[in-house]
């Protein structure tokens, strides 16, 4: 099987399309689902009563539960906002009889040192909100033991002493849950592919890796504009992606058409290689 044709993709709704795939066949899900925010998609309405959204949600986490493998990983990238703040917390307690919450993962798009910032976010009005610079990805597993590989995307030993002191084989140690991962810079929605909601690159490649299974099979059951498929086969991984909007299924082909010809898959150059110096544009 060539790299190419180890990512697919498919059209229609996740729900009908998850049925299709074989019983605990996947290794990692990476997605994030509509919020419920009223963004404006091509044709997906993104405001539905919360009821009814939950119920949705908790059917697709249903569907995933049959196709995960035992020792499979499921990142759930959800975000609320200032004015509807509940939204994730809700969502993830609805999903408790399914999966056990075995990391609760905080994804910085933004961050203001004591004298730096780096990062972007939409700024929010007014005098009663922050502005809005992270987002959760919840990793929920079906035994909350599922083993990582955590120096996968390990970050360099600040303190070189403790290596030895501690007892540490190389210069790497678990890089936490709070995750840095900013846009890459671009100036104009068409540069987003007119998509109001995509994640970074590194956000499905980071957590492919974190689960640390050689040739995984990856699925995103709304992959938009294919963003993970980008990831898996920069991770060597095999992808399946899900949108019921043709149109972003005919950019996510062109993204994985383009990928194909820069060829960056095998990729495993050190996680924070290649991040963006400016960033600019959220979701
Ligand atoms: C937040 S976006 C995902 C963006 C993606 N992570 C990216 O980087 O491009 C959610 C996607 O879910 C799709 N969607 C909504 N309901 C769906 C359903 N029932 N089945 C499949 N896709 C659906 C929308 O068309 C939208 O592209």
């Known amino acids: 099987m060539d790299r190419a044709s180890r990512q697919t993709l498919l059209t229609g709704d996740c729900l009908d399309l998850i049925a299709t795939l074989e019983v605990g066949s996947v290794d990692v899900v990476v997605t994030s689902p509509p919020y ?3 963004l404006r998609y091509s044709s997906y309405e993104d405001r539905v009563p919360e009821e009814k959204y939950l119920d949705f949600l908790f059917a697709v986490a249903t569907a995933l539960r049959r196709v ?6 499921i990142f759930l990238n959800v975000s609320g906002s200032s004015s509807r703040p509940w ?3 809700e969502l993830i307690v609805r999903l408790r009889p399914l999966f056990v919450l075995q990391n609760h993962i905080s994804w910085i798009k933004s961050i203001a040192t004591p004298d730096d910032a780096v990062g972007h ?4 009005g007014g005098k ?3 502005n809005h610079a992270h987002e959760h990805i919840f990793h929920l597993t079906l035994t909350g033991a599922v083993p990582l590989d955590r120096l996968a995307i390990g970050v360099p030993f600040k303190d070189k002493s403790n290596i030895a002191r501690r007892g540490h084989a190389r210069d790497l140690r678990c890089r936490g849950n709070t995750w840095f991962i900013p846009y890459e810079t671009v100036r104009s929605r068409t540069q ?4 109001p909601g995509t994640f970074p690159v590194n956000l499905p490649r980071w957590c492919i890796r974190l689960h640390g299974q050689p040739d995984a099979l990856v699925l995103d059951p709304f992959v938009g504009t294919g963003t993970t498929l980008v990831a898996a086969h920069r991770e060597g991984a095999r992808g399946i992606g899900m949108d019921m909007d043709p149109a972003y299924v005919a950019i996510a082909r062109e993204r994985l058409d383009a990928e194909m010809l820069t060829d ?3 990729d495993l150059a050190p996680i924070g290689a290649g991040a ?5 544009m959220t979701r």
């Open 36 to 38: 419920n925010l009223d």
């Open 264 to 266: 960056m898959a095998g």
């Open 128 to 130: 009663r909100f922050l």
């Open 276 to 280: 963006p110096r400016n960033h600019t």
């Open 87 to 89: 939204l994730p917390f």
């Open 192 to 195: 987003k592919w007119n998509h």
């Open 68 to 73: 995960l493998k035992p020792e499979g990983s």
């Open 121 to 124: 976010y939409k700024p929010v």
